[in-house]
């Protein structure tokens, strides 16, 4: 029996998932959180993991890091919005697929079956030399931003803004969205604090090379964007 690792912390949709996989014959390890799940990746050595985005304790992108440090199985995330972020991030990080929420047991089922049918797991390789994207390239394999060579040194937040506004430069983002895409729960901050990080964004920036905070410019009234020809 393949055993599968399911990391979801909504007990409605998780034990939906449990039976429709135990009905097709798998073996399932549900954990509710990420840590939990993580414990049991390594005492249980699963031969799938379905991870959601949004764990209580840290995202299911977190914890596909964590377990890649270890272990090359297929991962399939599970994600509440059809955000192009989660997407990237996701897939850049060697996942394997994503399904957004609301879906059907069945297909999660036929997914993964599909994955594993592909055979041995090639894990995404990173690209050794992504495009230069004004002076600034996301290395997806160590999550970190680099800036005309050198790595910036940013917290989680500001990495998760910065690879927003890289996503599509030049698209203004407003407050709203960055902190929708940035921040797992958006409700406990305001919009200031998407301006405090883009000033510290700035001023990284800025260390590396002078004058390039514009690099990351404001719309009066709008939001930020970055700017596609720095
Ligand atoms: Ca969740």
Redesign the pocket.
């Known amino acids: 029996m393949t055993r599968v690792l399911l990391i979801?912390?909504?007990p409605a949709i998780a034990d939906t998932l449990v039976y429709a996989l135990e009905t097709e014959c798998f073996t399932v390890t549900h954990a509710l959180t990420g840590s939990e799940g993580l414990a049991a990746a390594a005492r249980e050595k699963p031969a799938f993991a379905i991870l959601?985005i949004?764990?209580p304790d840290m995202t299911g992108l977190e914890v596909c890091r964590k377990l890649r440090e270890t272990s090359d199985i297929p991962v399939l995330f599970l994600t509440?919005r059809d955000g192009e972020v989660d997407r990237i991030l996701g897939l850049e990080l060697g996942g394997d697929d994503y399904v957004t929420k609301p879906f059907s047991p069945r297909e999660i089922v036929a997914r993964v079956r599909a994955i594993l049918r592909r055979g041995s797991h090639a894990p995404a390789p990173a690209p050794a030399q992504p495009p230069a994207r004004g002076g600034l390239h996301h290395d997806a394999s160590t999550m970190r931003i680099h800036f005309d060579g050198s790595p910036l040194d940013l917290t989680a937040h500001e990495y998760k803004l910065l690879l927003v506004l890289m996503g599509q430069p030049g698209r203004v983002f407003t407050r709203d969205q960055l902190l929708d895409h940035a921040w797992q729960d958006p409700g406990a901050v305001t919009d200031r604090t998407v301006d405090a990080h883009i000033k510290s964004i700035r001023a990284k920036l800025r260390l590396t090379r002078d004058g390039s905070e514009n690099l990351i410019e404001t719309r009066r009234g709008l939001g930020y964007s970055l700017n596609p020809d720095c």
């Open positions: 979801e912390d909504e959601d949004g764990l509440a």
